[in-house]
């Protein structure tokens, strides 16, 4: 007589080439897969903040003048023949 009869319903019985491919899976859809998720988050913050930090010393470098003053002179400029 077994102790708990309603366990022994829920195992499954794997050879060893299905127990790798189940194993493989876990790893990958548990541990890997969340790791590079949280590394993309991660630069991709750091990413942004040092496009608003360039952002921020081009503003500063060129406020008196205008942030696009550069790209406006040279598309203004008169063709040379």
């Not at 548990?30 to 503003?59: A, D, K, Q, S, W």
């Not at 008196?64 to 400029?77: A, C, K, S, T, V």
């Amino acid at each position: 007589m077994e102790l708990f009869p309603f366990l022994t319903s829920f195992f499954i019985l794997l050879d060893s080439r299905q127990q790798f491919l189940s194993t493989s899976l876990f790893v990958i859809l548990l541990l890997i897969l969340p790791t590079i998720g949280v590394y993309f988050v991660v630069f991709r913050i750091f990413r942004l903040l040092v496009n608003l930090i360039m952002l921020t010393f081009n503003f500063c470098s060129t406020y008196p003048f205008g942030i696009f003053e550069n790209d406006y002179n040279f598309l203004h400029q008169p063709l040379k023949l």
